[in-house]
């Protein structure tokens, strides 16, 4: 089992990104997502996650309102993070990760467990210019 992150990029702020995360071997309909990120310099962060039926979702203030996780292909292996009027503070490496356990992921993304999600991509870059 393998993810595989693609969709990143430069966008000038204010421009959008649609990143995909396929799963190699898996089946996402029955795991919770989970999106991460990390800048140079800085340590890595929990950004969004959603349940693998959609109904509890969690985002970091500083996206909130600006990004989404459509999850519409995740019966066949493939799951988005949608993030719109991007800022530069968003750049950096972004990350899927997956886990049968929403509350499990639901806590790493708040930084509240270090107990990582099962399944990790290998990343894709995001750059956002002024």
């Known amino acids: 089992v393998r993810l595989v992150e693609s969709g990143g990029g430069s966008v000038q702020a204010g421009g959008s990104l649609r990143l995909r995360c396929t799963a190699v071997?898996?089946?996402?309909?029955?795991?919770?997502i989970g999106w991460f990120r990390q800048a140079p310099g800085k340590e890595r962060e929990g950004v969004s996650c959603i349940s693998w039926n959609g109904e509890s979702l969690y985002y970091i203030d500083s996206v909130a309102g600006r990004v989404t996780i459509p999850r519409d292909n995740a019966a066949v292996g493939t799951v988005y993070l949608q993030m719109d009027s991007l800022k530069p503070e968003d750049t950096a490496m972004y990350y899927c990760?997956?886990?049968?356990?929403?509350?499990?992921?639901?806590?790493?993304?708040?930084?509240?467990?270090?107990?990582?999600?099962?399944?990790w991509g290998q990343g894709t870059q995001v750059t956002v210019t002024a």
């Open positions: 071997g898996l089946a996402l309909d029955n795991y919770a």
């Open positions: 990760a997956v886990d049968r356990s929403y509350s499990k992921i639901l806590s790493f993304v708040r930084n509240e467990s270090s107990s990582a999600p099962r399944y």
